[in-house]
Structures are given as C-alpha cells and as structure tokens.
C-alpha cells in the first residue's frame, strides 16, 4: 500500500515554543490530507482538512492561528503548533489521500507530542 | 451530529474468533471502516465496506454490515498474539473526502 511518513514520531517541547509537524505522502499525490488528534483513550478527532493550494477547513473549536497547516505541494502537508501549551500535548496524526480519489486513506505513524 | 460507539476492550483465547462491534448514528453514512493501530504506531487499514453492502469477507477478516441497525462487526478468524491491538470503526459520508469519523477503539487483548 502506499507510504505516508510523518515526522518527528517524538517531540518534547518547553511551553510557548513551537512545534512544527511534518506528513508527507511518498509514493502518491495527495491533494487532501487530514490532520487528526487522539486523547489518552479517547478517539480520534478531525482537526482540519488540508487542501493543496489553498486553505485548510478546520472543524468547530480548533483555532485556526494555533494550529497552523500548510499543504503547499500534492505531497507535504505541515501542521504547526504555535505557543504551545501542557494542555496540547496529545497523539497528532495525518492521514493523506490520493489524488485519484481511491477510498482508503493511508495514515501516517503519528506524532507524540509532550509540552513541558 | 455523528456518532460512533465502540466497546472499549475484547478479550479473546488464542485461535478462536474475535468480534468487534460498532455502532453509528449518521444514517447517510456510505463507507465504514475498521482500522488497526499497534502499540506507537499510525493507523493501519484493515477493509472498508460500502453501505449498499451487508458482508466483506478478506481472509481471516470478516465484516458485517446490519444498515437498518446501523451495526458494523468485524470477526477476526483464528485469532493470533499479533493480532493484538487498538481496532477503530470509522465512517465517512463522502468515502472519506469530509475526514473520518472514528470510535474510541476497542483494544483486543489475546489470553494465550
């Protein structure tokens, strides 16, 4: 199936810094990628659709200045943590589609990301 | 809005069959999933099935559809330690151009 990295697996960061998420899709273009947050033994929640060229769709109650995406190629999509906060600290996961608009979508590792 | 429900852990004996339940709430849901995700890992998809479908077979996986019940089931056959996991049920209205939306995920635990 196809490849989709996501990196850093692991940050730790001190509180007001920020954090930058990178997804990357590599064998496919994606022109959607999804970007998700999953509490300890909660489900995983949409944050935002990332859209290639354009601006990201964020769902009700994510702020859109703290959690920046950037989707500028068909393979790279960044979300970006800024002044981050204890409370941000969760599983960050993205999920990529290809652009032939196949059904499965193809998630990367994730990101563990501990504000301290 | 949507919803979807998932017990939140199974546990099984090696080599007999595992089934994990979800239930939605969205009737205009078309596609639903089961994803497995090991420990540190990302998600991994497991099959998907169409809502005009009512059973997926895939080896060892088999999926059950009840529309009108708006219940999903996915029986492992032959259950191994490897199987071991987090299993999440998700939907997806437009086959997955709004985003998923997942259950909490059932974590199987297998007793040898």
């Known amino acids: 199936g196809a490849v989709v990295s996501q990196h850093p697996s692991r940050v730790i960061c001190k509180s007001g810094t920020s954090v930058k998420i990178e997804c990357r899709s590599l064998?496919?273009?994606?022109?959607?990628m999804f970007w998700y947050r999953q509490f300890p033994k909660q489900s995983l929640m949409l944050m935002a659709t990332?859209?290639?060229?354009?601006?990201?769709?964020?769902e009700q109650g994510v702020e859109k200045d703290k959690f920046l995406i950037n989707h500028a190629s068909l393979t790279l999509s960044t979300l970006t943590v800024t002044s981050a906060h204890p409370e941000d600290s969760s599983f960050y996961i993205c999920?990529?589609?290809?652009?032939?608009?196949?059904?499965?979508?193809?998630f990367g590792q994730g990101t563990r990301l501990t504000v301290v | 809005g949507e919803d979807v429900e998932q017990s939140l852990f199974l546990s099984v004996r090696e080599g007999d069959s595992s089934v994990i339940n979800c239930t939605y709430t969205?009737?205009?849901?078309?596609?639903l999933y089961w994803y497995k995700q090991e420990p540190g890992a990302g998600l991994q998809l497991l099959t998907y099935?169409?809502?005009?479908?009512d059973m997926k077979q895939d080896q060892r996986l088999t999926v059950l559809l009840n529309k009108k019940d708006k219940h999903l089931s996915l029986r492992i056959a032959d259950t191994q330690t490897g199987d071991s996991a987090i299993y999440f049920c998700?939907?997806?209205?437009?086959?997955?151009?709004?985003?998923?939306?997942f259950g909490k995920g059932t974590h199987l635990i297998i007793q040898p």
């Open positions: 999920s990529a589609r290809d652009q032939k608009g196949e059904t499965e979508a193809f």
């Open positions: 064998d496919f273009q994606a022109t959607t």
């Open positions: 990332s859209n290639e060229g354009s601006k990201a769709t964020y």
């Open positions: 969205d009737s205009s849901s078309t596609y």
């Open positions: 099935i169409f809502s005009n479908m």
């Open positions: 998700a939907e997806s209205i437009w086959g997955g151009a709004d985003g998923l939306t």
